[in-house]
């Protein structure tokens, strides 16, 4: 099969559908799913892995007809388990775009079981298509052949519970416990006040968006660069636990999605500011991992964090 | 305090098969899943989880879930994680089959691949209606495992490993907690605790990264537990140290405290590389500020060439 790869101008992690459906025609494939695979090499080139150096992309449908890209980030300094995966990058990349389903996807390697766990967490999962560009036979199968017998939603949560990329409107408690970081400096260079509102806003927006069924713990996280742009990510649980989305990884796709610079070999993402904000004395608290992380991959920069009561019954 | 057998030895397995009326060993395990389930600490989830695995060595070890309050999830121990890790801190060479109260998670299947001959392990769940050993390799069919990152011949999981942790220049973290030994001398808490995690760093598994490492802490009688890092080729399945001490912690005594404050845990010490590129300090800072508040932290870096 003498398919080019499909080319993509700049670092582009979402194209709308009507594009996808002119992308397809230029590449002269019969359906958008045959330009997922062509567009691999294009996620690929876009993963930060400084650890590995190994390149994961993948290119998923959603159901709206548009597609997203994953590449997977690595960061030095801190362990493994801060790593995003090009599957979970997907995913956090589509829910951060109301999308509401992924159909198929295409990704450089066999997604490992840290990953066929994550993606348990949308509803009809067993049916996403998944096809390995690497395989000596690339085809579409469905993930339940990749994950028999699974462990998943249905272990754990009632019947009628959102589930991930549903929407989801978390009740956040509106009185503030704050705790903060440090480098108070940096703000009276960016506008102090104004940043801090726009962060805090994004990540409790971010946090409202959240899924956390199995700790009830919604969180969010939201990072700026240099020039106040601000960027925001949910925390997206697993029932398996460990395979969970942290709110610091979630704002991290959203930023190299939206072409922010840095985790390239040189290290230093361009950071000044972050604002956690997740529920007072929570079972699953982030407070002490986002000083950790942004003290691995953006020292100096500004870290508040915000603990919000509820007066919600569960 | 809670204190459950983690580890029994092959003799007295057979026996306990005898008793129970079973011809293998290996049919044994699913009757020891309630014991074991009994045993974990979830406080998170209520979801208890306990797994039994049957070593080469004939040698029966237990697992359990732990969850931290506190903080993420992914602190959390999985049970077939504990099996795992029990078993490696015994010696044990091999885990032929594994019985299981859940289904395990994908990150668990996954961890599991370290192991040489991964596919051929046997795994039952006793929660299944058809509840019958079948392959790992059924459970993560065409799997992503450590043969697409390294080459043959590298040591894997619970096979030796000796890293060469070269020299230990030694960043002492004072965390508090240093009255608490009475009668007990100090400096010798602390010389036992880098004693035991440099052993446990020196056999970790981290062929990934090349950063070995390995954590341990001491309880209110100082006695010293230990648990070396064990990294997955999916990297975010990997053990930390900071659990496999937990877990060697809970097999060895049940861990006083479990979910309540404290843990018992009164001193700890991490052996890591320098400037790695996967450090543990600052997860283990926060670890037992939320598990251990007071407890102190030294952290011992180590300059070396070559890890394996």
């Not at chain 1, 998923?60 to 590449?71: C, K, N, P, Q, W």
């Not at chain 1, 840095?262 to 002490?288: N, P």
């Not at chain 2, 001193?267 to 400037?275: G, H, I, S, Y």
């Amino acid at each position: 099969m003498e398919e080019k790869p499909a080319r993509l101008t700049g670092a582009r992690f979402l194209i709308q559908a009507e594009e996808a459906e002119a992308m397809a025609k230029e590449a002269g494939v019969a359906a958008v799913t045959e330009l997922l695979p062509l567009l691999v090499p294009a996620a690929q080139r876009l993963a930060r892995p400084p650890i590995s150096n190994y390149r994961v992309g993948a290119v998923g449908l959603g159901t709206s007809g548009r597609i997203f890209l994953g590449a997977n980030l690595e960061f030095p300094g801190l362990p493994l388990n801060h790593s995003v995966h090009a599957e979970q990058f997907l995913v956090a990349n589509a829910a951060a775009h109301g999308e509401t389903g992924i159909r198929c996807f295409a990704v450089s390697t066999v997604p490992c079981g840290h990953c066929r766990q994550f993606l348990q967490e949308i509803r009809g999962s067993a049916e996403i298509q998944i096809l390995v560009t690497s395989d000596e036979e690339p085809a579409f199968r469905p993930l339940a052949s990749l994950l028999p017998l699974p462990f998943g939603p249905p272990d754990l949560l009632h019947k009628g519970v959102p589930l991930l990329l549903e929407p989801h409107d978390n009740a956040l408690g509106a009185t503030v416990v704050p705790g903060g970081g440090g480098g108070r400096g940096l703000f009276d260079a960016i506008g102090e006040g104004r940043m801090e509102q726009r962060l805090r806003a994004a990540a409790e927006a971010a946090a409202r968006a959240s899924h956390a069924p199995y700790s009830g713990c919604a969180a969010g996280f939201a990072v700026a660069d240099v020039d106040e742009r601000v960027y925001a990510g949910s925390y997206l649980e697993s029932a398996a636990y460990n395979p969970s989305l942290g709110p610091m990884q979630a704002a991290m796709v959203a930023w190299v999605a939206a072409g922010g610079g840095g985790g390239g070999e040189d290290g230093g993402w361009g950071i000044v500011a972050a604002t956690l904000v997740e529920e007072e004395a929570a079972v699953v608290s982030h407070v002490g991992t986002a000083r950790i992380f942004l003290e691995a991959m953006a020292p100096g920069a500004h870290l508040e964090a915000y603990r919000l009561r509820s007066s919600k019954a569960d | 305090m809670e204190s459950g057998k983690f580890v029994i030895a092959a003799q007295e397995a057979e026996a306990m098969a005898k008793t129970a009326g079973v011809a293998a060993l290996k049919e044994l395990l699913p009757l020891l899943v309630p014991t074991a389930l009994r045993l974990a600490r979830p406080p998170i989830s209520n979801y208890p989880v306990g797994a039994v695995g049957l070593g080469m060595s004939g040698r029966i070890f237990l697992g359990v879930n732990l969850e931290f309050p506190g903080l993420p999830l992914n602190h959390s121990v999985h049970a077939e994680q504990f099996v795992v890790a029990n078993a490696a801190a015994h010696g044990e060479a091999g885990i032929s089959c594994i019985a299981v109260s859940s289904f395990p998670c994908g990150h668990c299947r996954q961890f599991l691949q370290e192991i040489r001959g991964a596919g051929e392990i046997q795994i039952v769940v006793t929660s299944d209606e058809d509840a019958a050993f079948r392959p790992l390799s059924s459970l993560l069919p065409h799997r992503f495992g450590p043969f697409d990152l390294l080459h043959k011949g590298i040591p894997l999981l619970l096979e030796p490993h000796d890293n060469d942790l070269g020299s230990v220049e030694s960043a002492v973290i004072a965390g508090g907690g240093e009255e608490v030994y009475e009668g007990i001398e100090k400096e010798g808490i602390q010389q036992r605790l880098r004693a035991a995690a440099g052993a446990a760093a020196k056999a970790s598994h981290a062929p990934y990264s090349g950063c070995a490492a390995g954590f341990a802490v001491a309880d209110g009688e100082g006695r010293v537990y230990a648990g070396s890092y064990m990294e997955s080729a999916a990297y975010n399945p990997s053990l930390g140290p900071v659990q496999a001490a937990m877990v060697g912690y809970v097999a060895a005594c049940g861990g006083v405290g479990g979910e309540h404050r404290g843990w018992g845990i009164f001193a700890a010490a991490l052996v890591e590389k320098e400037a790695a590129a996967v450090s543990h300090e600052g997860t283990a800072r926060i670890f037992l500020e939320a598990v251990a508040p007071g407890a102190n932290l030294n952290v011992y870096r180590f300059r070396s060439s070559a890890t394996v």
